[in-house]
């Protein structure tokens, strides 16, 4: 699907609440956590997207809202962080009640410990939860995995979440689905058409709940998903989200107006 397909499958960007994965979605995928490249575009693009929607636009990331305040500090819409642990909306932060808390300060300490063991992989602390990554080291995925899985037997309430080339662990009641059902239910992200734009597993619950509620959703980048759009790469995607801001395609979709 071009660009230019993917647009004219939209419905009008001002009558859309748009949601945005940030990692393999806005930017490219790196061989670390810190080694992405922000594209220069981004900031002006999501102020554009911002513009249009009337604010009914918010990332929603498995990154930390901190994090993601860094990468984007100009950025000063709502930004869901850690799958939904973590929500800054008007400008306030919410976090998950284990954030900070000793049973997550255990993990964590462990997760480095078996990165330490395991050289190539990388322990990222998060406020609410912890990530190994293995992207330097597929090969001791399922080793990582027992052990990951063994570590988050032990915490009652906390679960292991497999992403690309990282296995988290995390709160067991969060989720991006309900992250985006939540926002879905505030202005001025309700009564629209809503889009998720993601790349990994932890994007695809969220676009089973849009979808189910006859909204949309887009994947990014290759592999299986439920989406029925799909963008090449990021660079495709923003590429068509600015066709979007400026008016172009949604061919299939009557305005409102
Ligand atoms: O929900 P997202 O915004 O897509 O965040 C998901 C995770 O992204 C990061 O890890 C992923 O990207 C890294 C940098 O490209 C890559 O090295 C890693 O293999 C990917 O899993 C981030 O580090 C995690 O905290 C996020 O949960």
Redesign the pocket.
């Known amino acids: 699907m071009s660009a230019r397909d993917l647009v004219a499958a939209l419905p009008p960007l001002r009558e859309t609440a748009v949601f945005l994965?940030?990692?393999?979605?806005l930017v490219d995928?790196?061989?670390?956590?810190d080694?992405?490249a922000v594209p220069e575009d981004l900031p002006d693009l999501l102020d554009r997207l911002t513009e249009v929607t009337g604010g009914a636009l918010a990332l929603v990331?498995?990154?930390s809202v901190g994090a993601l305040e860094e990468f984007l500090p100009g950025f000063e819409g709502v930004i869901i962080g850690g799958h939904g642990a973590e929500q800054r909306i008007d400008g306030l932060l919410e976090t998950h009640p284990l954030a900070g808390s000793e049973a997550l300060g255990q993990l964590t300490r462990a997760v480095e410990a078996l990165a330490r063991q395991h050289p190539g992989t990388i322990a990222?602390r998060?406020p609410t939860g912890v990530?190994l990554?293995y992207?330097r080291v597929p090969d001791l995925e399922a080793r990582l995995v027992s052990r990951m899985s063994d570590l988050a037997a032990t915490h009652p309430g906390i679960e292991l979440h497999r992403?690309?080339?990282?296995l988290?662990l995390r709160p067991d009641d969060i989720g991006k689905d309900i992250a985006v059902g939540l926002l879905r239910s505030r202005q001025p992200f309700d009564c629209r058409k809503a889009i998720l734009f993601g790349?990994?597993a932890?994007d695809e619950v969220a676009m089973r709940y849009l979808l189910d509620h006859g909204d949309l959703a887009c994947k990014v980048g290759t592999g299986e998903t439920g989406a029925p759009l799909r963008a090449e790469d990021p660079t495709e995607l923003r590429a068509a989200l600015w066709m979007w801001t400026s008016g172009e395609g949604s061919e299939a979709w009557p305005s409102k107006d």
């Open positions: 994965d940030f990692d393999g979605t995928l790196a061989e670390t956590p080694g992405i990331s498995g990154r990222e998060k990530v990554h992207r992403a690309k080339m990282a988290e790349d990994d932890t």
